[in-house]
């Protein structure tokens, strides 16, 4: 299935052709901050609309990881890093969904992941 996803001012807007599952929330000190549901799909079931469109990311314990925010409304709108080509895309940027409809697992981020700046 088709989905269209966009950040809140409507400057970086995505296709993503996936079934709307394996969704996932993160509790930890990043992730519970952006509000993301991440959806995980591979990266090439993601066409980039708004072509040429700045976001800015926010690296956090590795250089090739990132969370990827709308310039202009600081939307959570993916992120990347993950092994295999997969990216997480924030699944409550979907238009046509309503977010208390969708089902979703909790990662216990906080335990696994400590808090604060990595060094
Ligand atoms: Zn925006």
Known sequence: MS???????????????????????????SCRRFGAIHWYVPADAVTLKTKSVGMSTYAWTAV??????????????????????????NAACINEVDIFELEFKQWDGRSKMPPGVQR
């Open 64 to 89: 090739n990881e990132g969370h990827h925010f709308c310039k202009t409304c600081g939307t959570s709108i993916m992120r990347t890093g993950y092994p295999n080509g997969v990216v997480a895309i």
């Open 3 to 29: 989905y269209s996803l966009s950040c809140h001012c409507n400057a970086i807007q995505l296709d993503v052709e996936a079934e709307l599952d394996d969704l996932l929330q993160c509790n930890c000190s």
